[in-house]
C-alpha cells in the first residue's frame, strides 16, 4: 500500500474543501460580516491541501488499490470534519472543539444532529457553510473527487466502491468519472430547481438555497430554530420540501433514466416501487393515528404525517412537528422508521430499502429450502437472479447493523443517558437521520450530552454513512497484512 497516494489524494480534499470555504465569503460581505474566520480557514485549508498533494502527487501508479481506496475515503471523511470544523471555532459560532467536530461530522455524514442551541443567531456566511458541509457530504466529495482524478492521470473506481452507497454502485457511463460527473449535474440541477421553487412560494433567497442544499443531501440543518415547522403556515413551501426530500431518496441512477425519459426503466425497479409503496403505506398509517389521537383536521394531519414520514424514512431530519406529542404508538413507530433507510444510490443513509427486499426474500426462500432442500432457489431482484455473494454481504451487513446498534447502546449508556434517549441517539446516528427520542426529540438537540457520548456519536454517523465495512475493515489485522 502506497502511503504517499493516499495522503496525496487527502491533500486534494483538503484543497477543495478549502475553496468550498471561500464560496461562504460573499454571504459574509453581503450581511456585513465578520469574513476572516471563513477566508483563513479557506485559505489554510487549500494552501496545506495543495501543498500535500504536490509533495505527494502520483507519479508512477495510475490506480488506486482496494485497500488505499478503502483509506482514502476512511481518512478522508475525518480530515474533511477536522479541518471543516475551523470556521466554527474561528468564528466564535462553536469554540468548544469537542462540539465543533461533533456539528461538522454530523454536517459532512449528513445526520442533521446538532449541538446548536440557538441557530439563528449564527453569522449568515457560518450558516451557509453549515448547509454546505451536508451537500458536499451528501453525494459525497469523494465522487467529485472521481471526476477530476482522470484530470491528473489517476483513476478512481477503488474510490467509488468505498464510497458508493448500496449492493453495488451503479454506472452510468462505461468510464467510472463520466458517472461521478452527471451525478453531481444531476445533484446540483435538482438543488437550484429546488431554491427557485421555494423562493416563489415566499422564502427569503439565503433561506431557499439552505434548504435545497440540505434537503437533496438529505441533512436536515435548517436555518431556522424550529426547522421546517417555522414555515407551518405556508403549506405550499412544505410540499415542496417532501417532493424533494422523497426525491433525495430515489436512486440517482434511476434519476438519470427518468430525466431521460426512461420511466419505464424507473417504474419496473423493484426497489422504487417498494420504496413508493411502503412510503404511501406509513404515511396512511400516521394521518390515522393523528386524527384519531389528536382530533386533527384532515389536511393538517395529513401534511404533518406525509413531511415527518418522509423525513425519517429518507434521514433527512427536518422537523414539521414534534411526533412525540402525538401518541405513544407513533413515537415508537417513528423509532423503528429509523431502521429502514432510502434507497440504494441515493443520499439517504440507513440500512436502505434493497437490503431489507434481500433479506425478505431470502427469509421466504429459505422456508422453501427447508421443504425442498435440492431444489436451486437464488434471490431475484428485477427479475434477475441475486448472487449468493451479495445475498451473504447483504445478511452480513444487517447482522453487523443490529450488532453495532447493541454495543452502541450499551456503550451510551454507560455515560449515564436514559433509556430512550440512548437508544434513539445511536439508532438516529447509525442511520444517519438526526432527530431522536427522549431528550433529544425533534424540540431539543444533542448539546446535554456528556463529551465522550458525542465523540462516540460522531464515530457512529461515520461509520453509518460510510456502510459500516469501510471503517470497520480498517480494524483487522488483514487489512494491513502484505499479500
Not at 278 to 298: A, E, H, K, P, R
Not at 394 to 401: K, N, Q
Request: hydrophobic residues 50%.
Amino acid at each position: 500500500m502506497s502511503f504517499r497516494n493516499v495522503f496525496g489524494i487527502l491533500g486534494m480534499l483538503v484543497a477543495l474543501n478549502g475553496l468550498f470555504m471561500l464560496t461562504a465569503i460573499p454571504f459574509s460581505i453581503y450581511f456585513e460580516e465578520d469574513l476572516y474566520p471563513l477566508l483563513n480557514s479557506g485559505l489554510l485549508s487549500f494552501i496545506l491541501g495543495i501543498s500535500v498533494w504536490y509533495l505527494m502527487r502520483f507519479r508512477h501508479k495510475k490506480e488506486l488499490s482496494k485497500k488505499e481506496g478503502y483509506l482514502v475515503v476512511a481518512l478522508g471523511w475525518i480530515t474533511m470534519a477536522t479541518f471543516g470544523m475551523l470556521p466554527y471555532i474561528l468564528s466564535g459560532s462553536i469554540p468548544n472543539v469537542g462540539d465543533a467536530f461533533f456539528e461538522t461530522m454530523s454536517g459532512y455524514t449528513t445526520t442533521g444532529a446538532s449541538i446548536l442551541n440557538d441557530i439563528e443567531a449564527l453569522p449568515k456566511g457560518i450558516l451557509y457553510w453549515r448547509s454546505l458541509t451536508q451537500w458536499i457530504g451528501g453525494m459525497g466529495i469523494i465522487v467529485l473527487t472521481i471526476a477530476l482524478l482522470p484530470m491528473l492521470g489517476v483513476g478512481g473506481m477503488q474510490l467509488f466502491i468505498a464510497e458508493a452507497p448500496g449492493i453495488t454502485p451503479d454506472k452510468l457511463k462505461p468510464r467510472i468519472a463520466d458517472s461521478a460527473k452527471r451525478l453531481w449535474l444531476i445533484y446540483a440541477g435538482l438543488t437550484g430547481l429546488e431554491t427557485l421553487l421555494l423562493r416563489v412560494g415566499g422564502m427569503n433567497f439565503f433561506d431557499s438555497l439552505n434548504h435545497s442544499l440540505t434537503t437533496m443531501a438529505t441533512g436536515g440543518f435548517s436555518t431556522k430554530n424550529d426547522s421546517m415547522a417555522h414555515y407551518e403556515s405556508t403549506p405550499y413551501i412544505q410540499y415542496v420540501v417532501m417532493i424533494f426530500m422523497f426525491l433525495a431518496g430515489v436512486n440517482f441512477t434511476l434519476t438519470y433514466f427518468g430525466l431521460k425519459g426512461r420511466f419505464k426503466k424507473v417504474i419496473e425497479n423493484e426497489e422504487f416501487r417498494t420504496y413508493s409503496i411502503f412510503t404511501l403505506i406509513f404515511i396512511s398509517m400516521t394521518t390515522t393515528g393523528i386524527i384519531v389521537f389528536t382530533d386533527s383536521s384532515f389536511e393538517p394531519a395529513f401534511r404533518a404525517a406525509a413531511f415527518q414520514v418522509i423525513s425519517v424514512i429518507t434521514t433527512t431530519g427536518y422537523v414539521s412537528a414534534d411526533y412525540t406529542s402525538w401518541a405513544p404508538v407513533l413515537t415508537v413507530f417513528f423509532f423503528f422508521l429509523m431502521f429502514i433507510g432510502g434507497s440504494a444510490g441515493s443520499t439517504a443513509g440507513g440500512v436502505k430499502i434493497v437490503r431489507h427486499l434481500v433479506m425478505i426474500k431470502n427469509s421466504f426462500l429459505e422456508m422453501k429450502r427447508i421443504l425442498h432442500p435440492a431444489a436451486i432457489l437464488p434471490v431475484r431482484l428485477n427479475n434477475k437472479a441475486v448472487s449468493q455473494n451479495v445475498t451473504h454481504h447483504v445478511l452480513a451487513f444487517i447482522i453487523v447493523y443490529l450488532s453495532i446498534f447493541i454495543f452502541g447502546c450499551f456503550f451510551l449508556a454507560l455515560t449515564g443517558t436514559d433509556f430512550m434517549t440512548t437508544i434513539s441517539a445511536v439508532a438516529t446516528s447509525l442511520g444517519n437521520v438526526g432527530p431522536g427520542l427522549g431528550t433529544i426529540g425533534p424540540l431539543d438537540n444533542f448539546a446535554h450530552l456528556p463529551m465522550m457520548a458525542k465523540m462516540m456519536l460522531s464515530f457512529l454517523m461515520l461509520i453509518g454513512r460510510l456502510e459500516l465495512f469501510t471503517i470497520l475493515i480498517l480494524f483487522t489485522p488483514y487489512f494491513w497484512r502484505k499479500i
